[in-house]
């Protein structure tokens, strides 16, 4: 009876120390801060910064985070990324809304496995051409910024689901918008939009379209070209 309670005692120590050691070694995977993340290069694939108003600049280091799959800079202080983003191969999603930032690095065409991009509620005032490379895209937030124009290949986004264009200063409604064949939700109020091209039509799977109603001057004839289209006036 002693023999089997020492093998219960050990058994039960052992798993304790297992159990024990296993809580105390960190999961670099998921980091919180640049420190961490640069210190394990191999380990992560998610760095979220959010709402750290101390971060004002990203190294160009950022771009040695090769497994990098999500990264939140949402609520900083940040008004750029660098150009070494366009490294992180394996990036999947970029959240940087609500804080500072004026550009979308040029780079970021080259970041094919994106499907995923949030820049709302920022600075912004022009969307580069390279997006159109971004070929997995399936959200895409630009809403709130200043944006005036929609550069030549935006439609070329087809895989682009949800596309948030409100709140900017655009005043048209761009042919390149009637390209996106996979979208089904698209917000473009608060702008300056008055007409919507018949082109619309070609949009085959949009059920849902925010926009300003009594801006626009043609709305009935697209209600009748898309009865089905639901049209939503936030106001």
Request: proline content about 3%; hydrophobic content about 35%; glycine content about 4%.
């Amino acid at each position: 009876m002693r023999t089997l309670n020492k093998i219960v005692l050990s058994i039960s120590l052992c798993c304790f120390w297992t159990i024990s050691i296993a809580q105390t070694q960190k999961d670099y995977g998921i980091c919180y801060s640049l420190e961490d993340a640069f210190s394990h290069k191999e380990e992560v694939h998610t760095l979220r910064l959010r709402n750290n108003k101390k971060l004002t600049e990203i190294p160009s280091e950022i771009g040695q985070l090769k497994n990098l799959k999500i990264l939140d800079v949402s609520g900083t202080n940040l008004s750029h990324l660098p150009e070494e983003i366009s490294e992180c191969k394996n990036l999947e999603e970029i959240t940087a809304n609500a804080s500072k930032f004026k550009s979308i690095p040029n780079s970021i065409g080259d970041l094919n496995k994106l499907k995923i991009l949030n820049f709302s509620y920022n600075q912004i005032e022009i969307i580069p051409n390279s997006i159109s490379n971004c070929i997995n895209l399936e959200r895409l937030s630009l809403g709130g910024n200043r944006i005036k124009t929609i550069p030549e290949g935006f439609g070329e986004l087809e895989n682009v689901g949800f596309c948030d264009l409100s709140r900017n200063e655009l005043t048209e409604f761009s042919l390149e918008l009637t390209k996106l064949k996979s979208v089904y939700n698209l917000w473009l109020h608060e702008n300056q939009i008055e007409l919507i091209p018949v082109e619309i039509e070609n949009l085959k799977k949009l059920t849902h379209l925010l926009i300003d109603e009594k801006e626009i001057k043609n709305l009935e004839k697209i209600k009748k070209i898309l009865p089905e289209l639901r049209i939503i006036d936030e106001d």
